[in-house]
């Protein structure tokens, strides 16, 4: 069973900084897409960043330009760096892994910007 462990929300002002992290416990088997979703209040979840294990990646439309996503394999470990954030930004961000046959989730990080 695979644990993803997220940290590095909070709150943070407009135009301020954030990195999230997500580390991957209990694989013996490497991962293949990770990704970070959110879920504003009110509203669906959508997908933030995901990357795939050679280092592809893709972005919603809405953080093109400001988000950054990174993984480190060796840690099983992914990142989310989100500069230039926005109230729009708030919303509770989760951590996604999948491996061949199953998809696992974090149990989500709070980020709120301040206007």
Not at 23 to 34: C, E, I, K
Not at 69 to 90: F, H, W
Request: with cysteine; glycine share 14%.
């Amino acid at each position: 069973q695979v644990h993803l462990v997220e940290s590095g929300g909070g709150l943070v002002e407009t135009g301020g900084s954030l990195r999230l992290s997500c580390a991957a416990s209990g694989s013996d088997f490497s991962l293949n897409t990770m990704a970070w979703y959110r879920q504003p209040p009110g509203k669906q979840r959508e997908l933030v960043a995901g990357i795939t294990s050679g280092g592809r990646t893709n972005y919603g439309d809405s953080v093109k330009g400001r988000f950054t996503i990174s993984r480190d394999n060796a840690k099983n470990t992914v990142y989310l760096q989100m500069n230039g954030l926005k109230p729009e930004d708030t919303a509770v961000y989760y951590c996604f892994a999948s491996s061949t046959v199953y998809a696992y989730w974090g149990q989500g990080t709070q980020v709120t910007v301040s206007s």
